[in-house]
């Protein structure tokens, strides 16, 4: 195997990252403690640069580049994923910098982890190889496991990294196993490959049934669908919380792009199997994650159970890109995925960042009574938590309604009319715990015997994140047009 | 069709809007006065739209016609007819009591309170002139969280209970209209257009889904009656400003729905329903009217009243003839301005002895004569008394009624005799009695802000009650054309389409501007 330059400056980007991280993690030892933001900046500036690279691609969107011998391919469809990820990677490190100073884990090394995190996610969404979607996925979740365990000095934070590192292992060894199955049937690990080799073994190989399986647990529990979510309330609850919100957010759209890459270019003639399977995991993540959160009363743990349910509606989506009829059902089905899992970004970040603002006595307050009576004292970002859970229980005229709008249109055009019924009415059912958080917010008056009642730590910082979630949450939502469009486009890519 | 010339329609969404965001920066002592000017305005935008209609015109009027969402072809689509018409006045109309009557009641967070009217508002007008079936789902959808906020926040001390359920009931009821909007988007020639739909002839065993999908959704919202039990609960908590909306406008959402998409889009589905329909129309009737009886709490007891005169909205609905849709048409208005009154009244007297007890409020003539004279308006009114405005609504729904079955009309007479007895029976033990001697000094009579909120509802109660013809008028091309989609099928459901609704070129002849524009 041979590079040139060409596939060099196919994968600028990731180089670009990479390189951005390494420099961090020279100059974290000389940057003195109180001036580690200047690393954050670094990792900004790093971002803005890709932004522009791969921004400035998006006119030439349907131009296929193919790098390493097939191993990577840069079409529209990752630069639409990638365009995500950066701009989720730049608000998580915005937030981070004032979380990180109010937690004292202000560590050089953890923008050098969300970089490289960044870097295995960027590696996923273009990878046409299973081995090296696979490497990403690794790169990815070790930077999450070391994350997800920053703050050494709480047992929750262990835990949560521990149990995310066992099962994060054990799951890809799952999806490592699928992988080799498949390598002994097509005799590659390329897509095409095997696109090529499904197609001539036919739908009831008991082999590709095999790895099919295998291969849909493993993403399942990078995707925290159920029955393999178990190690996502813990882990989002003990991880900090800008970490969480990076996990939550970054972590299910990069494994949902690969995911949807594997399933659509490689086993793409296996569609009648997976759907079904699909469809199953769909309701049963919809059920669980939308009544389990009902219960929770501390509100990562909460975000944890909405984020499987949401992971349950874009499901819905695959299943009826699975089932469409024709070229047309799956085209609307991929682009809903994608359209449900941007606007659902800008949402959940934003939640996130609110959660992070709330300090009560030197701890974060992680509480759902912790926000009791906020419209009170602050009503600014109490109204911005109102839009924020308006729009993930799917209400208009949010982004959380265009997105749902666009994965039930895709299901009712592909028949399944009676998945769209059940989705919406776990829709119905999440609507009771994030209006929940508002009625804390507005209607319960705060107690004043305590000690010190929680508030919120603003900084320049979150209010540039908790703008571009609140614009992104309004502005698709009223005006959805040009993202529809590209997510369309960038669809076709896929074959 | 008229369209171009001023954006009517528009200006009434985009005004209350406006000022919503303008009240953010106004001063503290000023956003009373700010609130009532832009409702005001907002009147006094609606009300050229009265002469500026044309009567005789079945067609949509003041059409506004935008592309919003371009793949799915989603248009900002707006227009009046005269059904929505009197509804969007209205509504209009009631805005700036809404204000004045929280002018004290409402003493925390009055910036927030106001602000979260004006959004009501916005998204209530654009429910009744929506003409994209998603654009009508958005505003019917966006309304919820104000409300839900308006129960919440400024509501009474089981607001809590009392917000969650209004909002998981209407939520509930209302995704499965999501669904039935998608279906018929595929059925119906990939279009949301409200009109176009219409036009569509959808198979039979479809239409049942549909009408059960919209039924969920209407029915919760009139409420009828085994999904009504929301109300009572919202109608004692809300602010008054809350009550008379929910009363006066969200209840005719519900209505509005069923003659808007059920009746017109699935004519065999509501044929084929119709027994079920007036059933649960009779049965709320009167089970409204017999628990109103029992009520003790004046809001409980309208609420109640309220069950049992949506009922007669929906029974003048499905016996779908032309004195039935009208009378319920009509009777959508004065239900809005009679109970929408009398939930300003409980206002008034709940500000001075801050009781909703019927035995708390007993014989206020003596104190307080203005405000009684009102109250027996009002109830008189609500009775449909002949020479007020319900009368007129009430008998025309009978009349319906009577052609479709003479034992239905008995029994939903039934209704009109037990309203007597709720109604004068609360009026008597209010307005005459002794008053308790420790509400005496809180009681003095109406003042100049408060007459001002009871006054032009009184006179458009005689307005209507003598004079129903103009408003009659206006609507009845409307009615009419209404009753004609729903007759198309009967004659000949797949041989012989007619020039005018036939399945095969289902948006040609009504909507022409539309269709040369999705033609594109």
Known sequence: MTFSGADLLAILPELIIITAACLVLVFDPITPFPRKDLLAWLCLAALALCIGFTGGQINILNVRVTAFSDLIVIDAYARFWKLLLYVVSGLTI?????????????????????????????????????LTI????????????????????????????????????????????????????????????????????????????????????????????????????????????CVTAFMAVASKAASFAAFLRVFVEGLGGLKANWSMLFMLLCVLTLVLGNVVAII?????????????????????????????????????????????????????????TVVSMLRKGGLEGEEIDDFTGLAKRQPLAAFLMLVFMVSLAGIPPTAGFIGKFYVFMAAVEADM???????????????YYYMRVVMVMYMRDPEVSTVESPHLVTSPALSIVLACAVAGVIVFGIYPNPLVSLATQSVLSLK | MQSAGFPWLSTLIVLPLAGAVALVFVKGSLVRWVALGITIANLMVALPLWWLFDPGSGQMQFVEHVSWITSPPIHYSLGLDGISLPLVLMTAGLLPLCVLTSWQAVTTRIRSFMITLLIMEAAMLGVFMALDFLLFYVFWEAMLIPMYLLIGVWGGPNRLYAAIKFFLYTLTGSILLLVAILVLFFYGGHTFDILALTQVSYPTSLQMWLFMAMFAAF??????????????????????????????????????GFIRFSLPMLPD??????????????????????????????????????????????????????????????????????????FLCVGVIYERTHSRLIADNVGLTKPMP????????????????????????????????????????????????????????????????????????????????????????????????????????????????????????RVAPSTQPSAEHGPAAPVMTVHQPLTQEDAR
Request: hydrophobic share 55%; glycine share 10%; net charge positive.
């Open chain 2, 370 to 489: 203005q405000y009684a004279t009102f109250l027996v308006i009002f109830a008189l009114s609500s009775l449909g008394l002949p020479g007020t405005n319900s009368f007129v609504g009430e008998f025309l729904v009978l009349a319906g009624t009577f052609l479709w079955s003479k034992g239905a009309t008995a029994l939903a007479s039934l209704g009109v005799i037990l309203a007597a007895t709720y109604l004068l029976w609360m009026v008597q033990r209010i307005a005459f009695g002794v008053p308790s001697p420790h509400h005496l000094p809180e009681l003095k009579d109406l003042n100049q802000r408060e007459l001002a909120t009871l006054l032009p509802l009184a006179v458009l109660v005689f307005l209507i009650g003598f004079f129903p013809n103009p408003l009659v008028s206006r609507m009845q091309t409307s009615v009419t054309k209404t009753i004609d989609l729903m007759s198309r099928t």
């Open chain 1, 417 to 431: 009319t009676w998945l769209a019924v059940v989705a919406l009415v776990f829709a119905a059912v999440s609507a």
């Open chain 1, 296 to 352: 929770q009363t501390n509100i990562k743990r909460m975000l944890a159970y909405s984020s499987i349910a949401h992971a349950g509606y874009a499901l819905v989506g695959v299943v009826a890109t699975g089932r469409g009829v024709g070229g047309s059902g799956s085209t609307t089905g991929l682009a809903s995925v994608m359209l449900y899992l941007t606007l659902y970004a800008f949402m959940t970040l934003g939640a996130f």
């Open chain 1, 94 to 130: 915005l937030m981070s910098m004032p979380y990180l100073k109010a937690e004292r884990l202000n560590l050089g090394e953890y923008y050098g982890f969300i970089l490289l995190a960044l870097s295995g996610m960027m590696v996923m969404v273009s990878a046409a190889d299973l």
């Open chain 1, 134 to 241: 696979y490497l990403g996925t690794e790169l990815m979740s070790l930077s999450l496991y070391v994350m997800a365990g920053l703050k050494r000095s709480e047992p929750r934070s262990l835990e949560a990294s521990a149990k995310y590192f066992v099962l994060g292992a054990f799951s890809s060894g799952i999806l490592l196993y699928g992988i080799s199955l498949l390598f002994g049937v097509a005799g590659s690990t390329k897509l095409a490959d095997i696109a090529a080799a499904v197609g001539t073994r036919g739908l009831g190989d008991p082999i590709l049934v095999m790895a099919t399986i295998l291969l849909a647990v493993g993403f399942g529990f990078k995707l925290a669908v159920v029955p393999f979510h178990m190690w996502t309330p813990d882990v989002y609850q003990g991880a900090p919380t």
């Open chain 2, 219 to 256: 029915a919760v919202k009139v409420p009828m009656f085994p999904f009504h039990t929301w109300l009572p609960d919202a109608h004692v908590e809300a602010p008054t400003a809350g009550s008379v909306l929910l009363a006066s406008v969200l209840l005719k959402m519900g209505t509005y």
């Open chain 2, 269 to 342: 589905a509501s044929r084929a329903f119709t027994p079920m329909m007036i059933t649960l129309s009779i049965v709320a009737i009167i089970y409204g009217a017999y628990m109103a009886l029992a009520q003790v709490d004046l809001k409980k007891l309208i609420a109640y009243s309220s069950v049992s005169h949506m009922g007669f909205v929906t029974l003048g609905l499905f016996v779908s003839n032309l004195q039935g849709i009208e009378g319920a048409v009509l009777q959508m208005v004065n239900h809005g301005i009679t109970t929408g009154a009398l």
